[in-house]
């Protein structure tokens, strides 16, 4: 049985069609076809998959599709503004924040929800947000300088 | 009961790449008429940035712009052989590789240019800026592109080249036991930090403090990702890391990322790096490679600093609370007040 799926992905109105249990995950990447939402361990602990919904960091490897029905969903596709890189794309490169690369969607999905709340956020504030968010090669270090750098200067900007 | 503070040092040798029978890899350079430069390997990158590195080296050694060499690995099928990416191996041996294969290219590439501009290949020299020019008459001069037409349609030329750095097998010596199982070393020290706690066994690590040599840093802030990320991963060897964490059975032993158990991001430290390059005599324009080496001395560093915190020394890996506190119960009291916080 096929469930009707409405979804405003990335300020965008997206309807789909889904399995009844479908997870988001897969929605999102083989229904809606947004590849930039990544899978790791498909049990709700790596945070790879982390997507925003209604603004709230959710993991969507195990959040059903059907719940988002009517929300608002961001992803790794929507952040950069026109042709300019979010400020925390352009920090995660200017601080070397990958090197697989695995994590780098889920850290930064999980680095924009914490900023668009908290847009001054002390260093524990940044580990609290990205605690969830497994990286296996940088060890954090150069992650958690980006998400604190791309702050100051979203700051500086605004100010 | 108190937490206890400890510090430890280690040093490391490391050997660059391995030799159990010969250790080659091979690289392929080829320019499309356009005068853009592939490079072919087998090797991967995992993310530890060999990919920058062979073409920052092969980019240099054609003397043409880095935007115009592209780098294709990990094809072991079609590509050129390869050991692999492991070792600490990928800088110094397919490094060297590339950077013959390029020498070999630039060859051909400064002969058809010489042909196009009828003048000896000896006189002329690149910029690195898509141009080459005659020594000292930089007004004549023909892009690297116009050489790679009149080489492909005129000429009949490959602008190509082959590479290959093999490290002979050396022989171990019966009578001694001798062998050289490497060119060359990098070298690391590591001072660390802890704090333990007596009463929980925990111990958390405060700060790192280390110098490594490397050789040449052909990429520095590529050295320093590996250093960051490779001590994280020491510390997470030392103190988190097991298949088997709680009991003897691999059958009770991590099945996920919950159980499987690496530092966070709340469990990191400062980590003060030093570099120092001593280019190596055998290395692509001095390097060694980092690799594994920024990993290994933390290991020893953080067993030091437990047994300078509470006087305990173990020698099981990782050191989890459970050790820590069985530790100190053979021992049958506890620390000496002074070293206490």
């Known amino acids: 049985m096929k469930t009707p799926i409405q979804l405003r992905l990335n300020g965008e109105d997206v309807a789909t069609f889904a399995d009844g249990g479908a997870n988001l995950l897969d929605v999102l990447r083989y229904s809606v076809g947004d590849l930039t939402v990544k899978g790791g361990c498909w049990q709700g602990t790596c945070g790879t998959c982390t997507v925003l919904v209604d603004g709230a960091p959710r993991l969507a490897c195990v959040t059903l599709a059907e719940s988002c029905s009517g929300n608002s969903v961001e992803t790794v596709a929507g952040l950069r503004r026109g042709a300019d890189l979010h400020p925390l794309q352009t920090a995660f490169m200017e601080h070397f924040a990958a090197q697989c690369g695995y994590c780098t969607p889920g850290m930064l999905m999980a680095a924009k929800a914490l900023l668009d709340r908290n847009p001054n956020p002390t260093r524990e504030d940044v580990v609290d947000a990205i605690c969830g968010n497994i990286c296996r090669c940088t060890g954090y270090e150069p992650i958690i300088a980006a998400i604190l750098d791309a702050a100051r200067k979203d700051a500086r900007r605004s100010a | ?341």
């Open chain 2, 1 to 341: 009961m108190a937490r206890h503070r400890g510090r430890g040092v280690a040093t490391i040798n490391y050997p660059i790449g391995m030799n159990l029978g010969g250790d080659p890899s091979q690289a392929l350079v080829h320019s499309n008429p356009t005068g853009k430069f592939t490079v072919s390997l087998s090797s991967i990158d995992l993310g530890q940035g060999m990919k920058s590195v062979t073409r920052q080296i092969c980019a240099e050694t054609l003397g043409v712009p880095i935007e115009d060499v592209y780098v294709d690995t990990a094809d072991s099928d079609t590509g050129p052989h390869c050991m692999g990416s492991f070792a600490s191996r990928g800088t110094h041996r397919v490094g060297n590789a590339v950077m013959a294969a390029a020498r070999e290219a630039r060859g051909v590439m400064m002969e058809a240019a010489a042909e196009e501009l009828e003048v000896d290949p000896g006189d002329l020299e690149t910029d690195g800026r898509g141009s080459i020019h005659v020594k000292g008459a930089p007004h004549r001069a023909i892009s690297v592109r116009d050489v790679a037409i009149a080489a492909q349609f005129r000429q009949g030329k490959t602008i190509s080249g082959r590479g290959i750095f093999l490290v002979p097998l050396s022989e171990v010596d019966p009578e001694t036991g001798e062998m050289s199982p490497a060119t060359c070393y990098a070298h690391a020290c590591q001072i660390v930090d802890v704090e333990v706690d007596d009463e929980t066994g925990d111990v958390t690590v405060l700060k790192m403090t280390s110098a490594y040599e490397l050789g040449r840093a052909i990429n520095p802030k590529l050295v320093e990702q590996q250093l960051v990320g490779g001590s994280w991963m020491g510390m997470s060897h030392a103190l988190y890391e097991t298949p088997e964490p709680y009991y003897p059975d691999a059958r009770e032993g991590p099945r996920d990322f919950n159980e499987y158990l690496m530092p966070g991001p709340g469990d990191i430290c400062p980590h003060d790096i030093i570099v120092l390059e001593r280019p190596a005599a055998d290395g692509p324009f001095g390097a060694k490679g980092p690799g594994e080496m920024c990993a290994n001395p933390s290991l020893p560093a953080i067993a030091n600093a437990i047994f300078n915190a509470v006087g305990v020394r173990i020698d099981e890996l990782p050191i989890t609370p459970e050790r820590v506190l069985r530790a100190l119960r053979a021992r049958g009291r506890s620390v000496a007040p002074s070293r206490a916080r």
